[in-house]
């Protein structure tokens, strides 16, 4: 069993650390639901178990950041977790992208098979 709000606080704090001023929502992801921390903090303060099976926690939970970061909910096969996504931030020249497919090694990022083209 997991306590909702003890995973939050932690996984705040885990990577780059966010404070409760860095929060600008909480809610769902369409935007149409959403509470304080303060209120928050009273929901999520409840045991749920995190194993296999389904997911308990609404799939659409998100907690946004100042900075654009987005936690959000993750499952696999009903075990769950926060997730987040790292902000878009476009380069002032981007690069061109000269191939989007590499058959000699998986797993390439653009950046690597675009490198040495």
């Known amino acids: 069993m997991t306590n ?3 995973e939050t606080i932690d996984y705040m704090q885990s990577g780059r650390p966010y404070l409760v001023s860095d ?3 909480i ?3 369409d935007g149409q639901y959403s509470c304080t921390w303060d209120e928050f903090c ?9 194993g296999y099976g389904w997911q308990e926690v ?4 998100i907690i946004q950041f100042k900075d654009g970061t987005q936690m959000y909910r993750e499952e696999y096969d009903g075990s769950e977790s926060w997730a ?5 931030i476009k380069a002032p ?9 590499c058959r000699d090694t998986g797993w390439l ?3 690597a098979m675009n490198r040495e083209v």
């Open 27 to 29: 809610g769902s992801l």
């Open 42 to 50: 009273k929901l999520a303060d409840v045991e749920y178990d995190d």
């Open 23 to 25: 929060i600008v929502f």
């Open 58 to 61: 609404a799939s659409d939970l």
């Open 109 to 111: 990022s653009l950046d």
């Open 84 to 88: 987040s996504n790292i902000p878009f």
């Open 93 to 101: 020249v981007p690069k061109a992208i000269k191939r989007l497919v």
């Open 4 to 6: 909702l709000l003890q």
